[in-house]
């Protein structure tokens, strides 16, 4: 097949057709005032970046035929009647870089499925949600810079978006949980490993386990016991064993303790980990190194541990503490916990030691912590 047809109706309800060649990379049906589309054809389009659906009045879209358009990139529908949208379609798209959808009727868009790839262009009144797995994705600089909002007058909207992030208790109430795995999933293969932290913690919190979101590995092993058959319930509860499974290895393999909420674990099966916490925590300290130079102190290693993130937490530290006063080591020396002090020539040329095996990516989530940089 060297050509399709894509067929469209006037608002008349009159049928007309428009002509393509299956290698176009750019298809552009623009000010056709189509008010329906059939995007069928476009299936047999496999080298399609761009198609421009814009200036027409579609008040609704099939996406759907474009599920395995891998190189898609753009896609433009702005200025058009569409009251709802379904990007679901898009979910396996990694290529996908824009999306426009100014200027139509939408009111709620769920961007679940191109959120982690894609900027998109929207009218600023449109309310926008996401799953709570995406909740720690983005820094607050970054979700601003993956959208691209308007007014009604036409003016950007240079305020940060604001999103809805819906929890997994609320979704089971409209869903079945082997879809809502299949939604977990499909977000979980558009992200690379430097971000699992981030998306295991937005998960966790999202299934209502905050206290275990210090797992840091693969988040997909979070999900292993799973089965489609299970209802929501079940398969909470399968996560929740699951992960205490996992943050045990994580421990006793000398992995970090933080953000494991021991109080909570109390009254769950989670609370045979609570003696290896404190015990590994106490280790963390020990084996933490300050780096210093004059009156400046690197506090990195700190923030990855326990005790150094409440106490510097509550010292209001940053990464670096400047002063010759050195209420930190005077804050740790009155809990019993005094730290090793390592005096260096170079900050910036000095490895960082950590007292634990942690990943670069729950190091660039407590750091991006540490900066108040999400919402």
């Known amino acids: 097949m060297d050509e399709i047809k894509i ?38 389009c496999p080298m399609l970046m761009t198609l421009n659906l814009a200036n027409n009045m579609l008040e609704e879209i099939d996406l759907s035929p474009l599920e395995s358009n891998s190189a898609l990139k753009e896609l433009r529908l702005e200025n058009n009647h569409l009251t709802s949208i379904d990007l679901w379609p898009f979910a396996g798209c990694q290529s996908l870089e824009k999306i426009n959808l100014t200027n139509n009727r939408l009111q709620f868009l769920d961007l679940t499925p ?31 810079e993956r959208f691209q909002l308007i007014r009604p007058d036409r003016v950007p909207w240079t305020a940060p978006p604001v999103l809805m992030w819906t929890n997994y208790e609320t979704l089971a109430t409209r869903m079945e949980w082997s879809e809502m795995k299949k939604r977990i999933l499909a977000v979980l293969e558009q992200v690379p490993p430097e ?39 079940q398969a909470r509860r399968a996560i929740f064993d699951r992960t205490v499974d996992l943050l045990e290895q994580q421990i006793n393999d000398g992995g970090p303790t933080l953000f494991l909420e021991t109080e909570a674990m109390e009254k769950t099966s989670a609370s045979k980990l609570i003696g290896r916490i404190i015990t590994a925590r106490q280790l963390e300290i020990e084996n933490a190194v ?12 700190l923030w990855l541990t326990h005790y150094g993130y409440c106490i510097l937490n509550a010292l209001d530290v940053g990464m670096r503490h400047f002063g010759a006063d ?18 260096v020539e170079s900050l910036d040329n000095t490895p960082i030691e950590y007292p634990m095996n ?7 989530f407590v750091y991006n912590q540490i900066e108040n940089a999400y919402m």
């Open 7 to 44: 067929k469209y109706w006037s608002p008349h309800g009159r049928q007309e057709e428009s002509k393509y060649r299956c290698n176009d990379e750019r298809i552009d049906f623009i000010m056709r005032a189509a008010k329906r589309i059939d995007l069928t054809n476009l299936q047999h």
């Open 114 to 144: 191109v959120l982690a790839v894609t900027q998109v262009h929207l009218d600023s009144s449109v309310v926008i949600s996401a799953d709570n797995i995406h909740r720690y994705l983005f820094t607050t600089k970054e979700l601003g």
């Open 195 to 233: 971000k699992w932290y981030h998306i295991q913690r937005g998960l966790l919190i999202g299934l209502g386990m905050g206290e275990l979101a210090g797992y840091d590995g693969d988040p997909s092993n979070l999900l292993k016991t799973t089965h489609d058959y299970m209802n929501y319930h």
């Open 290 to 301: 300050v780096l210093k130079r004059a009156s400046i102190s690197v506090m990195n290693s």
């Open 326 to 343: 050195n209420k930190v080591l005077k804050s740790f020396d009155e809990l019993g916990f005094p730290l090793k002090i390592k005096e």
């Open 358 to 364: 942690v990943t670069e990516s729950m190091k660039d």
